[in-house]
């Protein structure tokens, strides 16, 4: 009933930037929180930012100041812009939402995940 989409990831040097897009679509009355988070390998899922229906942003430590979330009401979207990318920014990047369906179900969907390797 509900999709969720990333796309914009790919091979990136140092010091370079990317924008991953999160595309929902089906079924969606309303989205309330919309987050981006990744995993490295070997490590566990960890949250990167997160973005409330208002607009409200948190952001992990490492990528304060270099990376910004934010999202399309009109079209269920968000965006993750990275900048001043670090090889330990190297993992797979995941797409949450919270999701309420026409069927007034709200739950928690996530994207397929997308590879981000910064590496020269």
């Known amino acids: 009933q509900v999709r969720m989409v990333e796309s914009g990831g790919g091979l990136v040097q140092p010091g370079g930037s990317l924008r991953l897009v999160c595309a929902a679509s089906?079924?969606?009355?309303?989205?309330?929180?919309m987050a981006w988070y990744r995993q490295a390998p070997g490590k566990q899922r960890v949250t990167v930012a997160i973005?409330?229906?208002?607009?409200?942003?948190g952001y992990a430590d490492p990528v304060k100041g270099r990376f910004t979330i934010s999202r399309n009401h009109a079209n269920h979207t968000a965006y993750l812009q990275m900048n001043n990318l670090i090889p330990e920014d190297t993992a797979v990047y995941y797409c949450?939402?919270?999701?309420?369906?026409?069927?007034?179900?709200?739950?928690?969907?996530w994207g397929q995940g997308i590879q981000v390797t910064v590496s020269s």
């Open positions: 949450n939402a919270v999701i309420t369906t026409w069927d007034f179900k709200e739950s928690d969907y």
């Open positions: 089906g079924s969606i009355h309303s989205i309330s929180t």
């Open positions: 973005i409330t229906r208002i607009g409200n942003t």
